[in-house]
């Protein structure tokens, strides 16, 4: 039997770094980018609330490879 986790958690640095060791840890991660921002608007939001900046900026840096 294949191990398997749903993860649920807020934006933040710890988030971030579940993301960047989660692919090592099982076979396969499938995140929810679409529909993953906390904003009234859902989606990617406006970009003008707090946690669409925080998940947005967190985003940005897994997606490049900087999140440690």
């Known amino acids: 039997m294949a191990e398997r986790a749903l993860v649920l958690f807020p934006s933040g640095q710890d988030s971030t770094a579940c993301l960047a060791w989660a692919p090592e840890r099982f076979d396969r991660v499938e ?6 921002h906390s904003c009234c ?4 939001g406006r970009g003008e ?19 440690k």
């Open 31 to 36: 995140l929810i980018v679409e529909h993953s």
């Open 41 to 44: 608007l859902a989606g990617y």
């Open 49 to 67: 609330c707090p946690a669409c900046t925080l998940r947005g900026d967190g985003w940005k840096r897994f997606s490049q490879g900087r999140a």
